[in-house]
């Protein structure tokens, strides 16, 4: 059983920075790409960004480019999504996910495993 728990979020002031984390546990990490999405209140679920098994191919929403990094840790099962530069229309949760295969994906329906979320509010 595939379990990931997210970490790292909080009250930031618009401009300030946070750094999540996701633990992954239940199947081999380094086989699958990851990813984080996020959904705010009243909107759909949206992509943020992916990574792909090794770490050496990443994707962006265009609304996060040049801000937000990802990253793993394949030997401590992690992943992070490094936010700069926050701005109010970040709020929303923040949810991390493993997808089916080993690449990139912006899809949500391409990813088998959620975490619970963890809320990121940014103030002006």
């Known amino acids: 059983q595939v379990q990931l728990v997210e970490s790292g979020g909080g009250l930031v002031q618009a401009g300030g920075s946070l750094r999540l984390s996701c633990a992954a546990s239940g199947r081999t990490f380094s086989r699958y790409g990851m990813g984080w999405f996020r959904q705010a209140p009243g909107k759909e679920r949206e992509f943020v960004a992916s990574i792909n098994l090794s770490g050496g191919s990443t994707e962006y929403a265009d609304p996060v480019k040049g801000r937000f990094t990802i990253s793993r840790d394949n030997a401590k099962n992690m992943v992070y999504l490094q936010m700069n530069s926050l701005k109010p229309e970040d709020t929303a949760v923040y949810y991390c996910?493993?997808?089916?295969?080993?690449?990139?994906?912006?899809?949500?329906?391409?990813?088998?495993?959620w975490g619970q979320g963890t809320q990121v509010t940014v103030s002006s």
């Open positions: 996910a493993q997808n089916s295969r080993a690449w990139t994906q912006s899809r949500d329906d391409e990813y088998d495993y």
